[in-house]
């Protein structure tokens, strides 16, 4: 049994397409998938301006989140269906008990060989010794500045930016290696500091990726007034150095690398706004309340928490997922439309 649900705003004309029946996950456009981006939690400690509402968003209550349990059976279902990598994201997954546990769990799925994690670092000092002997592969960190105050700034949380750096800092030594930095590029707030990133990638074994903001319903202002296209803080960072396409890092995403000679880390570029990469797209989506999400943006999803609490089978609603999976997003800059009447980023894990 197939459900669909409708997040809000119009019924979308829900295409469905035909897909391989059995084997891999393949979906209608002929694109494989091997990467599952899980969201275990709604909730952040921080309040970043293109992310979320400073007064926070209505949570989701604890019983409609996915145990750990729950996520490991969906996981190891979709592996049964070439699934190879996974990513655990939020809102901010430390700020849920026990997150180890969970690493634990996907670990021993057989099929799963890479399994990161997405965080704003404020919690990794704590916890990224524990995460590492549990298992997890690779961190990636959200770091929107250098200097501190401003990490506070855009955080909306006075304080974070002692915690966030010395985060970075526990986790290159509990050995995560690639370590990827994830840098949301704002006009007036931080393109100023797109050479200094890369300057840091000359001496670290950093990838910083510069991304460039999406329009989501609670940041139109920022999405509006603050957009840095890729193309310009590539061209700023060209200013100071002769900045060399390369293959990049291991790992499952859309980014283009450049490096500068010799250096020790790469500068990266994330596009969803002025190029789209959907051709290339490999990904689907798990929310923490069980959302099967085949696209970032837009209205579509399957429900699986209820049926896989009641012990229905998986695998269809996975193929139904498959088959209405969109060739593209249809994001605008400066607008929600397209958005699928999402708040943040953080209800979807990003
Ligand atoms: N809390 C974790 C973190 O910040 O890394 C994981 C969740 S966060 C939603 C995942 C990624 O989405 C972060 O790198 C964040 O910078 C990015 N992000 C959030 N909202 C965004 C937006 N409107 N446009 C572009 N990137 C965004
Ligand atoms: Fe929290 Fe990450 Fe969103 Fe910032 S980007 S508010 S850290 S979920």
């Known amino acids: 049994m197939t459900r669909l649900v409708q997040l809000g705003g119009a019924v979308p004309a829900v295409a469905e397409n035909a897909i391989p029946e059995h084997g891999p996950m393949t979906d ?11 969201s275990v939690t709604d909730k952040c400690n921080l309040r970043c301006v293109y ?5 926070g968003l209505p949570w989701l209550r604890r019983e409609e989140l996915l145990s750990y349990e729950e996520i490991g059976e969906i996981v190891r279902t979709m592996a049964g269906l070439g699934l190879r990598r996974v ?33 704003n670092a404020v919690l990794l000092g704590e916890h990224a010794d524990a995460l590492r002997a549990a298992g997890l592969d690779r961190v990636n ?8 105050e401003r990490i506070d700034a855009i955080s909306r949380r006075p304080g974070s930016a002692r915690a966030v750096l010395d985060g970075l800092e526990a986790a290159e030594r509990a050995g995560f290696f690639p370590i990827k930095v994830n ?4 006009r007036g707030r931080n393109d100023d500091e797109v050479e200094a990133f890369a300057a840091v990638t000359r001496e670290r074994p950093w990838h910083v990726r510069f991304i460039e903001v999406m329009p989501t319903g609670d940041n139109l202002g920022v999405s509006q ?37 010799g250096a020790a880390g790469t500068v990266g570029v994330i596009t969803p706004m002025s190029h789209n990469y959907c051709g290339s797209c490999n990904r689907m989506r798990l929310t923490a309340d069980g959302q099967l999400r085949p696209c970032l943006f837009g209205e579509l999803h399957t429900a699986l928490r209820d049926p896989l609490r009641r012990g229905e089978p998986l695998e269809p609603l996975i193929r139904h997922t498959l088959r209405i999976k969109p060739e593209r997003h249809w994001l605008v800059q400066g607008s929600d439309e397209g958005s699928g009447g999402l708040r943040a980023l953080s209800q979807v894990g990003g």
């Open 28 to 38: 209608g456009f002929g694109r494989r998938i091997e990467y599952l981006r899980i």
């Open 51 to 55: 992310c979320m509402p400073e007064e």
């Open 87 to 119: 990513r655990i994201t939020g809102g901010e997954p430390l700020v849920r008990r026990d997150l180890p546990s969970l690493v634990r769990i996907l670990r021993a799925v057989p099929g799963i060989e890479d399994i990161a994690l997405s965080t």
């Open 141 to 148: 960190v959200s770091l929107d500045s250098l200097i501190p």
């Open 183 to 186: 840098c949301v590029v704002m």
């Open 225 to 261: 007034d603050e957009y840095v296209s890729s193309e310009e803080t590539l061209g700023r960072i060209a200013r100071i150095g002769d900045l060399r396409p390369v293959a990049g890092p291991r790992g499952n995403g859309p980014a283009r690398y450049y490096a500068f000679p």
